[in-house]
């Protein structure tokens, strides 16, 4: 009965994976080969163009430097976030509500959320200004500001990522019985000890979660970069858009997108490694 | 040195009253039993004294201190959880050990405590495995060893023994009862399972409803309950419980006299089952068998007596058919008598 069946979750799954076949793994061959080809032939012109373009480097840095800055953050942010929520009897949804909204957000109506803060005309220079704290308006996110510029746009970034950080938390958290904490308590284990021995390791699956999809986000970040800082604080993806936009050149822009792809997986091979989820040592 | 006080605790859960006023005193290095039917809050008293729950009102002293405030680590106590709480991501030795790893024991020490406790429940073999990988007794047993590793003075148990077979349970039960005595360890005991409570106990606590009926030792407890509850809750079969008419200050059951306490109406006499004696013909209290249920060790009888139902023990030698009427001699010595109204016990004749 059951043998005789065994096809049916084969076809239950078979248009999913059509679907995605179509939209994802086609688009991704000729992504590949549009980066390592040349008018029909194989060539590492594009690879050659990219790597040796001015912006190059410093947009590998920059978004590295901010995906190491701000998933960190996020991530600390998320876990204090969630063990305060966990903490609390009533209100918990209300604020787990307010908490999320960012999320509910575009990125770009991230950015302009940012800019309309950071910008010379914006709330953060009435501000200071109002207080007497500079006597001018103050440019925030030029070229000649690059620590201000990476402080707004990680900001920004850390307004809008942590919230999906922190729902992946907050259910990880859900999941290990306040029985585990009261039974290391019992037996002496301070605050602290109980986060790092008894809550930590019990999260690891929803921790690796949210590091992988926040790493792969961050490499990803364009819209509310371009929003607040244009070309002044160019990143990969926002190389990959003006090859594409700008230069109409789609050898290079491809040749981004694929060396965007590579890091996101080696980030992700990383994590599979480095936060390695045991079944056996899991509730 | 650690006597646990308890006074007049008391916890509601929003509308819920889960406990109403308890009051206990458990002296240093007694093993006190807390036996109930599920729900009467066991657990609840158990968390209250651990400090993971705080009371709504009422005081706990361990070691003539209030431990009201004090955070469970500071109250120098273990416990072991109803649904053990053994940690999955350590191995069995690393949860035996924790409590001594959380006092900075060094390893030598630990190595010697873990191996005793894991000795002492035969959890040798599992020492590295993950606790994912072990059945529900054997996670039990963990959660016992975890608790008896580190010496405590004050240890809290909370049905430890409830998921081993029959024959394991026997056992544990012996060596729980032994090292803990060595120790001399204060010991709170949850159960629902009467025959532990009486094999392992100094005293019972019978709650129900969140309510203490009686403290007393088992022997007490079984032959003098202090409340009709008690009676039905402890022994098996449950005590007999029959109402008969008082005539000055008298009852009759068959040819045999009591002197109650009480005049007149009617008063209720527990009866165990297996302090009755078959009766010679034609005296004694008549009892109309039903089922008459030969169980090997005894005779099981199933009957009504004064017209109420009934259950007696009599030696496996008799025989006694069904449907007979037998005649039955009590023992003076062994009577309880309730009042028909509160349910409460008069006080056992000196
Ligand atoms: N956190 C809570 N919120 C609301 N009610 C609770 C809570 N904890 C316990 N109760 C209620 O308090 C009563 C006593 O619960 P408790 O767990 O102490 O029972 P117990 O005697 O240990 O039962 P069992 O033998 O089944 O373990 C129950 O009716 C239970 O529903
Ligand atoms: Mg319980």
Redesign the pocket.
Known sequence: MTQSRSWIPYALILPSVVFLGLLFVVPLVQTLWLAVSDNGTPSLANMTTMVTDLNFGRSVLNTFVLTLAVVPIQIIMALTMGSMVAKMNGGRETILWIWTIPLGISDLAAGMVWLSILQNTGYLNSILFGMGLIERQTAWLTYQTPVALFIGIAIAEIWRGTAIVMIIIVAGLNQVPKEFKEAAEIFGASPWTRFTRITLPLIRPALQSALILRTVLAFEVFAVVYALGGRNFPVLVGEAYNWQNQNQNYGVAAAYAVLIMVISLAATLVYLKAVKVDPERLP | MANIVIENIKKS??A?Q?LKGVSLTINDGEFVSLL??????????L?IIAGLETSTSGDVLIGEKSVIGLPPKDRGLAMVF?NYAVFPHMTVYENVAFGLRMQKADDARVKKQVEKAAGLLHIEPYLDRYPNKLSGGQRQRVAVARALAVEPGVLLM??PLSNLDALLRLEMRTELKTVLQEAGTTTIY?T?DQTEAMGLSDRIAV?HD?RIEQVGTPVEVYNHPATRFVGGFIGNPPMNFITMPVTNGQVAAGSQQFAVPAQGGEIVLGLRGETVERAQSGQGLDMQVRVAEPMGSHLLLTGSIFGQPARVILPATETVKNGATVGLTLDPKRLTWLSPESGVSYPAAA
């Open positions: 859960f929003g819920f889960a109930g039917p599920s729900g009467c809050g066991k657990t609840t008293l968390r109803q909370d049905e949850v629902h709650v969140g």
